[in-house]
């Protein structure tokens, strides 16, 4: 894994909102330009940024990224429960849990 | 000659003009005040130009391009951000020392990455917007790598404070410059532990700094700053570069401490007196 590539696509998002649009319509079509190992085409196609993140990649770009590419809505509270395996920690602000 | 009249340390956290509604507002009208002092502290100084020492955080450089230091000395304005709630303009940049300190730089061993147009993000214009426009001065930004790997070292900081300490002695002119080393302290930026404040190692680094232990900061590993303060407590190095910059030993004033997970930093904003 070379997380370089990884980095580039996510900051290569940050810089023109467009490429959001294109990966979406067409993700294998979008990141074949990529030097991608498999293994991350495919994180990055599911959105899996701990995943990413455990491997190196930025948090800083995981978290640029992830209302880029999920929305807006939610932000930090859907984010943080991603980065921490689907379970939400204490966080100051949370909404309440059901 | 110019002088350095004077230091302070001070946050960039981007939630202090993006999300001030989250936050407790006790806390945050404290932070406000402290902001209100290091301006009234700059007017008595009667200082005129704020060299302001901050990092990016992959929104202004990218893999690309990830300068160790870099140096603005032409048209600055920010931020680049559109969600801090700052309407963007143009910072007055003193253009001339800015570019003594770069030439000084490039005869002593420094090869400064330059910039003679930058667009700043939140960590220069935080403090910019918070503590230089209000009080009238131009600015000179400077970034390191604090927030991005590869890092500057911290020794390497020191150094460049030093350096930046001696290139304003240096300028033939009358200019009165306070250095802001800005950015921390203990905060996880986009980790798991996100929202997380060690105070306990906040303390510790307000300690050194009001005690003027530079090397103390220094001599903090990377590993040691990771495990206890966060990634984003590694922008301390910003600190060490403004310490490092004043002309005599200092002892920081503390004017605030307000552990805000909210904005999910330590804030730490102190004056770095000379000492008697």
């Not at chain 1, 370089?4 to 909102?17: I, R």
């Not at chain 2, 003679?116 to 970034?143: E, F, N, Q």
């Not at chain 2, 500057?152 to 020191?158: C, F, H, Q, S, V």
């Not at chain 2, 590694?234 to 403004?242: C, F, K, P, Q």
Request: net charge negative; with cysteine.
């Amino acid at each position: 894994m070379s997380l370089n590539a990884v980095e580039k696509v996510f900051w290569e998002f940050g810089t023109d909102t467009d490429r959001i649009a294109a990966f979406r319509a067409d993700p294998d079509g979008y990141l074949a330009p990529y030097r991608l190992e498999p293994d991350e085409r495919e994180m990055v196609k599911r959105v899996d940024l701990k995943a990413l993140a455990e491997r190196g990649v930025s948090t800083l770009l995981t978290m640029m990224v992830w209302p880029m590419l999920k929305g807006p809505e939610g932000m930090p509270f859907s984010y943080l429960e991603h980065m921490n395996g689907g379970v939400m920690p204490p966080f100051p602000g949370m909404p309440p849990q059901a | 000659m110019a002088q350095i009249v004077g230091g302070f340390i001070m946050p960039h956290d981007p939630l202090i003009t993006g999300n001030p509604e989250i936050a407790d507002q006790a806390q945050v009208a404290a932070v406000e005040a402290a902001f209100a002092r290091v301006v009234e502290r700059v007017k008595a100084l009667k200082a005129d130009t704020a060299i302001v020492i901050g990092d990016d955080h992959f929104t202004m450089f990218g893999p690309h391009c990830l300068p160790p230091y870099l140096i603005g000395i032409g048209d600055v304005e920010g931020p680049e951000e559109s969600w801090l709630r700052i309407e963007r303009y143009s910072v007055p940049n003193n253009t001339a020392l800015a570019e003594h300190i770069m030439n000084f730089g490039f005869d002593r061993g420094f090869d400064w990455a330059v910039a003679k147009s930058l667009v700043v993000d939140h960590g220069t214009m935080i403090p910019i917007h918070k503590a230089v426009t209000p009080a009238g001065m131009r600015t000179i930004p400077i970034y390191t790598a604090a927030g991005v790997t590869p890092l500057l070292r911290t020794k390497r900081a020191k150094e460049l404070g030093q350096m930046i300490g001696a290139a304003v002695a240096a300028f033939p002119g009358n200019d009165r410059v306070v250095v802001y080393g800005t950015g921390g302290i203990s905060h996880w930026v986009g980790t798991a532990e996100m929202g997380r404040v060690n105070v306990e190692f906040d303390k510790l680094v307000l300690g050194m700094v009001e005690r003027g232990d530079i090397d103390g900061l220094v001599n903090l590993s990377d590993a040691y700053v990771l495990e206890h303060g966060g990634n984003g407590a590694l922008e301390i190095r910003n600190w060490i570069v403004a310490m490092a910059a004043m002309p005599a030993a200092i002892r920081g004033d503390l004017f605030c401490y307000e552990p805000m997970p909210p904005w999910i930093t330590g804030i730490g904003i102190a004056e770095l007196n000379l000492a008697a």
